[in-house]
């Protein structure tokens, strides 16, 4: 590429193309192309490429402005008036605002960052800066073992229960294996005979006490009277704890038969 410098514009020949800029006695314009400009110029110093001019003679068109002279030394050159093809060899393509721009100003849409959107929300360089993950969710152990949302790109993925552990959460461990919010709701079913589950532990409703896999009430059960174990003999009721007689006061017990004191049976 070649420039020549003018006395008011600065000429830049690329390729078959003249190009102006730079003129400095006028403001309305930015850039002139003077296209196929050397379509037909034949003799001496004919220019191809990045070849140097030997003589240039014409008149510079810019922007139709009356305020370019011609310029000194150039006067004419051969076949430069006569362009093959073309009846005007100027093409304007200048910005005649030099201070406008296509940047669109910034408008924040919020004081903080936190959309999963991949734009910049509050206009200070940065996108989904302030986004928050969810870092747990779901219930029982499902939120135990749950994975985190994530922001990438401006795509969330959401947070991820786990995996139940069980489908009727059926054991009474106080544990919400099945992750609906209720925890050993069939639980009872793995306790002994007449047992509750009650906070992950099998009990005895009232006062019920457990023996031997079952629940018993100790103040009235013969076989437990007392104390798990603890049988009354034959006839003998568990009252209170206690094994008795059944026999009113004046009656005694003997052999599991009821007699007055004072008879004599033989």
Not at 223 to 251: D, I, K, M, R, Y
């Amino acid at each position: 590429m070649m420039r020549l410098s003018l006395p008011l514009c600065t000429l830049v020949l690329t390729g078959s193309i003249f190009v102006i800029s730079a003129c400095s006695t006028f403001d309305d314009v930015e850039e002139v192309r003077l296209v196929d400009l050397l379509d037909g110029i034949e003799g001496p110093g004919d220019v191809t490429g990045d070849a140097e001019i030997d003589l240039i003679d014409t008149d510079v068109i810019v922007a139709d402005s009356d305020e370019v002279d011609e310029a000194d030394g150039i006067d004419e050159v051969d076949g430069a008036d006569e362009i093959d093809g073309a009846e005007d060899a100027t093409e304007l393509i200048a910005d005649t605002d030099a201070t406008d721009t296509d940047a669109t100003p910034c408008l924040p849409r919020a004081s903080v960052d936190v959309t999963c959107d991949h734009q910049d929300d509050d206009c200070d360089g940065q996108v989904d800066e302030d986004y928050v993950p969810i870092a747990t969710c779901g219930l029982g152990v499902c939120l135990a073992t749950s994975l985190s949302s994530t922001c990438i790109e401006g795509v969330e993925t959401p947070c991820t229960p786990g995996a139940a552990q069980s489908a009727s959460d059926a054991r009474c461990n106080g544990i919400d294996e099945d992750c609906d919010g209720f925890m050993d709701e069939n639980g009872s079913s793995a306790c002994g005979v007449g047992q509750l589950c009650n906070q992950g532990q099998c009990e005895c409703p009232g006062n019920a006490t457990q023996c031997s896999g079952a629940c018993v009430n100790q103040q009235t059960d013969p076989a437990n009277c007392g104390g798990c174990g603890t049988a009354c003999s034959v006839g003998q009721v568990c009252n209170l704890g206690h094994c008795g007689s059944t026999c009113n006061t004046w009656l005694e017990d003997c052999d599991g038969a009821c007699v007055k004191l004072d008879e004599d049976p033989d």
